[in-house]
């Protein structure tokens, strides 16, 4: 008996290798859309993305148009081809405004974006693109089945940009590009109001503006050295037990020092 089955079996593969073989080789789009039906069903997406990519150009119009894209969209997500995908969906949701599948497309549309999203030491632009879509869809479908997703993926993209505008700001600094530290740092502070890199901006914000100072030319020190002064005052004022507090004083105490010349 197990013999039997496994026959039948290896016969049963052989006929579905042979059918989907005929299916690619074959010039009618019904033929080829049963058999890439089949291979989606059976979750062989790798196979029935072939004949959906054959068949696609000639179903546009088609009644069962709409199942067929769906399909596809599906089949390249599931295959992690996310770019591909986040471009079908887009188009399905553009091309099927009433289908009974619009929120999920919109959905699985802007979550391919997400994929795409590089670590945050580089490029950011698929982030931002990702977090875009991911609104457009939270806005659209407040009452969304995706909706709690929607927003933890947006909310965890954000922490990414945010990451990357800190350091960014942050290279200045080591660099010893202080005065564009300076602004890098109030940008990100005015960006992201509750990040949780307020502290240590505060204070490389605060050192920039320092060394800017100890460095700076006769005609400038007084002025640098009284913004430095503002900077330490904010850190101070954000979180008076910071963790830079000693060797933010010893700063202090260095500019308090060196405006002493310039009240004479």
């Given at each position: 008996m197990k013999k039997f089955l496994a026959l039948f079996a290896v016969v049963l593969f052989l006929s579905s290798c042979s059918e989907y073989q005929k299916a690619l080789k074959s010039e009618d789009v019904a033929v080829k859309f049963a058999s890439a039906t089949k291979m989606y069903e059976a979750k062989k997406y790798s196979k029935a993305i072939r004949l959906f990519e054959q068949i696609a150009p000639a179903y546009k119009g088609k009644p069962s148009a709409e199942k067929m894209f769906y399909m596809y969209s599906q089949s390249l997500y599931k295959t992690e081809q996310y770019y591909?995908?986040?471009?079908?969906?887009?188009?399905?949701?553009?091309?099927?405004?009433?289908?009974?599948?619009?929120?999920?497309?919109?959905f699985l549309g802007a979550k391919s974006f997400t994929f795409l999203s590089p670590v945050y030491s580089l490029d950011q632009t698929d982030t931002y693109k990702a977090v875009d879509k991911l609104q457009n869809y939270i806005d659209t479908y407040p009452e969304g089945q995706n909706f709690a997703e929607a927003n933890l993926l947006v909310k965890n993209l954000r922490e990414k940009l945010e990451k990357k505008a800190y350091e960014n700001a942050k290279i200045y600094n080591t660099i010893s590009d202080y005065k564009a530290a300076m602004v890098a740092f109030d940008n990100f502070i005015i960006n992201f109001p509750g990040t949780p890199y307020k502290e240590k901006a505060l204070y490389y914000k605060f050192d920039s503006a320092f060394l800017l100072a100890i460095n700076s030319i006769p005609s400038k020190m007084k002025e640098r050295l009284e913004n430095a002064k503002l900077a330490y005052i904010s850190l101070i004022k954000f979180k008076a037990d910071t963790e830079y507090k000693t060797k933010a004083d010893q700063m202090l105490a260095k500019i308090e020092k060196d405006l002493q010349q310039f009240s004479k």
């Open positions: 591909l995908a986040g471009y079908q969906f887009e188009s399905f949701v553009a091309s099927y405004p009433k289908s009974e599948k619009i929120e999920e497309a919109s």
